[in-house]
């Protein structure tokens, strides 16, 4: 395909187009741009279908952007919540905005012309932007926008700072326009409002026609947001998420979501997805295999081949009836990627596996793990607990050192002995 509109349509990517013509006009180069607030020091998995939209975009050969909410992020964008968000301090916001470009030039190289918009706000009074660009918005239509009207039919209501937030973010457009001759805006489909706003603002200010693109949200087939696991939020950076943790997530995405996935999260051309997608239908399928295809791409691609192979070697020292792999070296070199908890000796020996299941938080209660054992679901050091009544001895350590309690597959939790004085 020669066109990046090809691309990211047979990719699902496409949403709604503020041009019936963009195809035509894509067929040109243009100058392109995705906004992220940072409102962490990580993206999040939500904001992966964004970068993956400048990596195609890049990749046909248009100028790609990152456009950081430095001053945006002051604020908080209202789009998709019930609640204003707090507001971070602004040590905070740098923190979060060095944080953030620099994995985008790790992630995309330094084609990727990183932006924070604080650059030009930073300036300007706020008198001189009521006057200059406030008088170009009209009151209707700004209520007429659906986070809008959530927000002000909710008991909280909307605070005027969020409901300018829209006006902030149609002056980036215009402002990038001017400047960088950016005429593609980008995001996901809950962004619509605001990139029509910057539209409108670019035709009233300098009469020229810019264009506007959404994607779909990162939804499962039930409709619900993918990114959130049981420890939270699916975090880019491995500082808050583990490449373990980042690759098991991936591991448990449903068959009826995991094609959609490969399409918008992996860069496998789309005759391999095909391929996987054709084997998944026949019987001779080995369950999960695309998972872990679609694991090991999105793994490699978000922290790289040292971050996959982390991932893989603490995958196979946790799988059930991996006891090969539990020796004490390989424990200490993945013990950073696993959830793990530092106990006493007399804390663990002599208790029994339910108590200690509990205290480390495998399971919520004792009657809990006691169904957990009854169900074949319980191992210690990746072997089956089939008494309900096990006790931790010494024996069960690894070199005096290590424990693993594992909750079925998947769920694994790695207690460190600690030395007595």
């Given at each position: 395909?020669?066109?990046v509109y090809?691309?990211l349509?047979k990719?699902g990517?496409?949403d709604?187009?503020?041009?019936?013509?963009?195809?035509?006009i894509l067929?040109?180069?243009?100058n392109c741009?995705?906004g992220?607030?940072?409102?962490?020091?990580s993206?999040h998995l939500?904001n992966?279908?964004?970068?993956?939209a400048?990596?195609w975009?890049k990749?046909?050969?248009?100028?790609?952007?990152?456009?950081i909410?430095?001053?945006?992020?002051?604020i908080?964008?209202?789009?998709?919540?019930?609640v204003e968000?707090p507001?971070?301090?602004?040590?905070?916001i740098?923190?979060n905005?060095?944080s953030?470009?620099s994995?985008?030039h790790?992630?995309?190289g330094?084609?990727v012309?990183?932006i924070?918009?604080n650059?030009?706000?930073k300036?300007?009074?706020?008198v001189?932007?009521?006057?200059?660009?406030g008088?170009?918005?009209?009151?209707g239509?700004?209520?007429?926008?659906?986070?809008?009207?959530?927000?002000?039919?909710?008991?909280e209501g909307?605070s005027?700072?969020?409901?300018?937030?829209?006006?902030?973010?149609?002056y980036?457009?215009?402002?990038l326009?001017?400047?960088n001759n950016?005429?593609l805006?980008?995001?996901?489909?809950?962004?619509?409002g605001n990139i029509i706003?910057?539209?409108e603002l670019?035709?009233?200010?300098?009469r020229?026609?810019?264009?506007g693109?959404?994607?779909p949200?990162?939804t499962?087939?039930?409709?619900?947001?993918?990114?959130?696991?049981?420890?939270?939020a699916?975090w880019?950076?491995?500082?808050?998420?583990s490449?373990?943790?980042f690759?098991?997530?991936f591991?448990s995405?449903?068959?009826?979501?995991?094609?959609?996935m490969?399409k918008?999260l992996?860069?496998?051309s789309?005759?391999?997805?095909?391929?996987?997608?054709?084997q998944?239908?026949k019987?001779s399928?080995?369950?999960?295999?695309?998972q872990?295809?679609?694991?090991?791409?999105?793994?490699?691609?978000?922290h790289?081949?040292?971050g996959?192979?982390?991932?893989?070697?603490?995958?196979?020292?946790?799988a059930?009836g991996?006891?090969?792999?539990?020796d004490?070296?390989?424990?200490?070199n993945v013990e950073?990627?696993?959830s793990?908890?530092h106990?006493?000796?007399?804390?663990?020996i002599?208790?029994k596996y339910?108590e200690?299941?509990?205290?480390?938080?495998?399971?919520t209660?004792k009657s809990?793990?006691?169904?957990?054992?009854?169900?074949?679901?319980a191992?210690l050091?990746n072997?089956?607990?089939?008494?309900?009544n096990?006790v931790?001895?010494k024996?069960?350590l690894?070199?005096s050192?290590?424990i693993?309690?594992?909750?079925?597959?998947k769920k694994k939790?790695?207690v460190?002995?600690k030395k007595?004085?």
């Open positions: 395909m020669t066109n090809n691309e349509e990719r990517f496409l709604q187009l503020s041009d019936n013509n963009l195809k035509k067929a040109k180069k243009v741009y995705v992220f607030d940072p409102t962490s020091d993206l939500g992966f279908v964004g970068i993956m400048l990596y975009f990749k046909y050969g248009h100028k790609v952007y990152s456009l909410g430095g001053a945006t992020g002051r908080g964008d209202p789009s998709g919540k019930s968000r507001f971070l301090d602004d040590n905070e740098l923190k905005v060095f953030i470009k994995f985008f790790n992630l995309l330094k084609d012309t990183v924070n918009n650059d030009w706000f300036d300007m009074s706020f001189d932007f009521l006057r200059d660009i008088k170009h918005f009209r009151m239509p700004m209520l007429a926008k659906e986070s809008v009207k959530l927000r002000m039919q909710s008991e909307m005027f700072t969020e409901f300018s937030y829209q006006i902030l973010q149609a980036d457009f215009y402002y326009f001017k400047a950016i005429s805006q980008m995001g996901g489909s809950d962004q619509w706003a910057g539209i670019v035709r009233k200010l300098s020229k026609t810019v264009y693109m959404t994607f949200l990162l499962r087939s039930d409709g619900k947001k993918f990114g959130k696991s049981e420890k939270g699916i880019l950076n491995e500082n808050k998420l490449y373990f943790d690759y098991q997530y591991i995405i449903p068959d009826k979501d995991v094609i959609k490969l918008m992996t860069i496998l789309l005759e391999e997805i095909s391929e996987i997608e054709d998944m239908q019987s399928y080995v369950p999960n295999t695309a872990k295809k679609l694991a090991e791409q999105v793994t490699k691609f978000i790289g081949k040292n996959l192979d982390a991932a893989l070697k603490v995958t196979q020292a946790s059930p991996a006891d090969a792999c539990l004490f070296s390989t424990l200490k950073d990627q696993m793990c908890k106990l006493n000796f007399n804390d663990v002599g208790k339910s200690i299941a509990c205290q480390i938080h495998l399971v209660s809990e793990a006691t169904r957990l054992i009854k169900n074949n679901g191992y050091n072997r089956k607990i089939l008494d309900i096990y931790i001895s024996n069960d690894i070199q050192t290590y693993v309690f594992g909750a079925g597959k939790i790695l460190k002995i007595s004085n």
